[in-house]
């Protein structure tokens, strides 16, 4: 069975600070990964995904994800937070075919000024 | 763009009511799901289908039903409300890409958020 686990429901940073948001992973065969952003009051965006091929996943505003397996882990980075990047963010994962998706507790982002 | 829609972002209704949550995609896509989210949970699947007429049990189908009569609408069915179903809830869409292993990004509505009273 698949299963994710965030660490942390709340990480607070400063604008302009490095954002680093945990996943870790379990799953019995190679997982495609997911995160997802959810701003107030909407559904949930797709961020990025890793389905196969290179281990560093770049998505949509300026995020990034890597795939380690040795760690099962899939933390979601961004250089420089922005104000605009306070929001939820859920990791996912799923063994393929037609698994269904896996999603985790979920981070809440804060960014101060 | 995928465009899903649902039918209410706001709905109230009594303990006992049968409530009806649609949900549509213009994109043409095979598989849809329904979702509830509530804090601290994150999301969990209550059902989802992978064709017309098709459905499958999720990880907490029990108080609700589906119904796919047409490939883009995918309608979620609450018999007898409960006040322990105030929640959000999501539903999605997806493509059954082979290429990816058949996993294809889901695409969510912007949800409903209901409240049994």
């Keep these: 069975a698949q299963s994710v686990t965030q660490l942390g429901s709340h990480v607070s940073v400063s604008e302009g600070a490095l954002v680093l948001l945990r996943c870790n992973y379990s799953s019995s065969v190679p997982p495609y990964l997911f995160w997802y952003v959810q701003y107030p009051n909407q559904g949930l965006q797709l961020l990025l995904k890793y389905t196969t091929g290179a281990t560093l996943v770049k998505g949509i505003n300026g995020f990034e994800a890597e795939f380690k397996k040795s760690e099962t882990s899939f933390h979601l980075t961004k250089p420089s937070a922005h104000m605009s990047d306070a929001a939820e963010y859920f990791c996912a994962v799923s063994e393929g075919g037609y698994s269904t998706l896996t999603f985790g507790k979920g981070t809440m982002l804060l960014v101060s000024p | ?117």
């Excluded at chain 2, 649609?22 to 509530?38: A, I, L, S, T």
Aim: proline share 3%; aromatic share 12%.
């Design chain 2, 1 to 117: 763009d995928v465009k899903v829609t649902q039918s209410s972002r706001y709905l109230v209704k009594r303990t006992g009511e049968k409530v009806f949550l649609e949900c549509v995609q213009d994109m043409d896509h095979e598989n849809m799901f329904w979702y509830r989210q509530d804090p601290g949970l994150g999301l969990r699947l209550i059902y989802f289908s992978y064709d017309v007429k098709m459905k499958e049990k999720g990880d907490i189908p029990e108080g609700y039903s589906v119904s796919r009569e047409k490939k883009e609408r995918f309608s979620l069915i609450l018999e007898s409300a409960s006040t322990n179903q105030t929640s959000m809830y999501l539903c999605a869409s997806s493509s059954h890409n082979a290429l990816a292993g058949g996993t294809d990004t889901q695409y969510f509505g912007p949800g409903t958020r209901l409240t049994v009273l």
